[in-house]
């Protein structure tokens, strides 16, 4: 049974039984326009939609009359092992959602043996990071500069800080097009208008995090340009998104980053095989969560040509519309080794900080576990092809 408490976040994160109902907390804890930042997606938000329904459709088959007891959730990525096949997503200006930001995220993942990835775009640096969650497996992505210095120096600082794994972002040529945002007014540092004096009212605590999310924005780049000021985030944008970002880049990357490398955005078998033949060890199935090109197709249903393409030895993950347990089987089903998740941890984020997190992954894990018994398997890696079917 449950304990009573009468602390009202607990109690509405003990009442959140899955990651649509930390959803629905967030709702109600967090200002509109940073909801609808992190909920929202491109253009039409089709891409965000089919992602969702790629994992509906899937059929579950299970074989029964088998031991499941106590299910071995581990599994391994590249040489590793992590405690079951989930890793965070990067996701930038993560203290704009709660001033706990990324330190909790990558504490949350520390302790339940999980990589997290810090973006590049995010408000801690990659020193922050080490700190807070010494001993936790730390992977950063990358955007690169159009300064090869800078992009040197921060690939020096993420060796330092001990991070172990790059991932190369190629989705963000420029950045996707997020009308509800542009109907928010949303900007990054915010600018005082009506609606956002009326938040300040209505959600006081986020105010800390308002106010101080536009410093601390680029953390990592900007602590090494010096910048201590309030930058216009979007001008610095311009510099870190790079337009002509090529194979010659990523050539670049291979050469001067002496550890695990992967490709963030791979929606074709022709762009993984081309990513693995340059060097990288292996890619990220991702449509950004259908945040930058909308139309594209959802992550699960290319998942199985690129798996075929690339073969069993490069590493596969996928992300993209993972909201649940099943989820997760059903991506290691068609080929991936494990899947990455955004908002679902941004939504506990949202709701109740690091406690919200730990409480999303907590949902998550339950959901997969159970899963995994009800299938008939009694560990992460025995689950195959035959076990789902898709329409
Ligand atoms: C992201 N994502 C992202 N990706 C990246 O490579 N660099 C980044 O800075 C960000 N920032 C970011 C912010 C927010 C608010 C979201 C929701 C997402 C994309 C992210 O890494 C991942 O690909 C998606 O979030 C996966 O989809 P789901 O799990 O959110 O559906």
Redesign the pocket.
């Given at each position: 049974m449950r304990r009573p408490t009468l602390n009202p976040v607990e109690r509405r994160l003990g009442a959140a039984l899955s990651i649509r109902d930390l959803r629905k907390v967030a709702v109600r804890t967090t200002p509109r326009a940073v909801f609808d930042?992190?909920?929202g997606a491109a253009d039409a938000e089709l891409t965000?939609r089919r992602?969702r329904a790629a994992f509906a459709a899937v059929e579950l088959v299970p074989e029964y009359l088998s031991p499941v007891d106590h299910p071995d959730l581990s599994t391994r990525v590249f040489d590793r092992e992590i405690a079951m096949p989930l890793i965070f997503?990067?996701?930038?200006?993560?203290r704009m959602?709660h001033h706990e930001g990324e330190a909790a995220v990558a504490r949350v993942a520390a302790r339940h043996g999980l990589p997290y990835?810090l973006?590049?775009?995010?408000t801690s640096t990659v020193e922050d990071v080490a700190a807070a969650a010494p001993g936790g497996e730390h992977w950063f992505?990358l955007?690169l500069t159009r300064n090869e210095r800078l992009n040197a120096e921060l690939l020096d600082r993420a060796l330092a800080a001990g991070f172990t794994t790059v991932?190369l972002?190629v989705?963000?040529p420029v950045a996707g097009r997020h009308p509800k945002d542009m109907r928010n007014g949303l900007t990054i540092p915010p600018s005082l208008t009506l609606r956002t004096l009326f938040d300040m009212a209505r959600y006081p605590s986020w105010v800390l995090n308002k106010l101080t999310t536009a410093p601390i924005a680029f953390a990592s780049l900007r602590s090494m340009t010096g910048e201590t000021d309030v930058i216009d985030a979007v001008k610095v944008a311009d510099v870190v998104f790079e337009p002509t970002l090529n194979y010659d880049h990523l050539a670049w990357l291979r050469a001067n980053w002496p550890h695990r490398l992967l490709v963030?955005?791979v929606l074709s078998p022709r762009d993984a095989r081309r990513a693995v033949e340059t060097g990288a060890d292996g890619v990220?199935v991702?449509?950004?969560?259908?945040?930058q090109l909308d139309r594209t197709p959802a992550t699960l249903t290319v998942l199985p040509g690129i798996r075929e393409e690339l073969g069993p030895d490069a590493t596969v993950i996928l992300?993209?519309?993972?909201?649940h347990g099943q989820d997760i089987l059903a991506a290691r089903a068609l080929g991936a080794d494990a899947v990455?998740?955004?908002?679902?941890y941004?939504y506990g984020l949202m709701a109740g900080g690091e406690r919200g997190v730990e409480r999303a992954v907590t949902i998550l894990r339950e959901e997969y576990s159970r899963s995994l018994q009800l299938l008939g398997l009694k560990a992460s890696d025995a689950i195959a092809r035959h076990h789902v079917r898709m329409p």
């Open positions: 930042y992190v909920d965000a992602n997503a990067p996701t930038g200006y993560t959602m990835t973006s590049t775009v995010g992505q955007y991932v972002t989705d963000t963030k955005g990220v991702s449509n950004h969560g259908g945040r992300d993209s519309g993972v909201t990455m998740i955004g908002r679902a941004l």
